[in-house]
Structures are given as C-alpha cells and as structure tokens.
C-alpha cells in the first residue's frame, strides 16, 4: 500500500518503512507526526480522500547540501557569493 502525502508544499509518494528528508518540522527527536494523505494507493485501487492518516516517526535534525548562490554584473566589478544549507528533518513511516 502506497500513500500520496503533502508536507510544506511539497508532495511525497511513500510506502510502510520509507525513510525520506523533508522540511524542518517542529517536532522533538523520537516524536511521532500525524500527516494527512491526499490518495491511497493499494493496488489497482486508488482512493483520493484526505481522510487517511500516515504515521512517522522523527530520526534526526540534520542539513541539507551546501547550495552556492552567485551573482555577477558583468563590466560592473560585482561579484557576490553567498552559501546556504536548508534546515532538514529525516523521517521514518511506520504506518499508512
């Protein structure tokens, strides 16, 4: 059985024992999240009703691959160059 989740915008197709990074969520280490699906999918059968719930559980807090932003002015004499890691939470599903 496979779910259709949406977590900060962004849409996720997990499976039971799925382990995947998502957006810094508010939740302790250890924590279990309550996450509504959008569509369940159990073979053939596709159900889109939000009135499912996945449950996972939260691993770690880490940060994501340093992601370069650089900017130039050709014939200006700008350069800037900046780096940014986004916030990360690592979660398990432990039940659909």
Do not use: C, W
């Amino acid at each position: 059985m496979q779910a259709l989740i949406k977590i900060s915008d962004k849409q996720y197709l997990v499976k039971q024992g799925d382990k995947l990074f998502v957006p810094r969520q508010k939740a302790e280490i250890g924590a279990t999240l309550e996450i509504a699906s959008m569509a369940t999918i159990d073979g053939e059968n596709t159900s889109l009703s939000s009135s499912g719930t996945i449950q996972a559980t939260v691993l770690e807090h880490v940060k994501d691959d340093k992601v370069v932003v650089f900017k130039k002015k050709r014939r200006k004499r700008y350069q800037s160059r900046n780096g940014h890691r986004q916030q990360m939470t690592r979660i398990e599903v432990v039940s659909i």
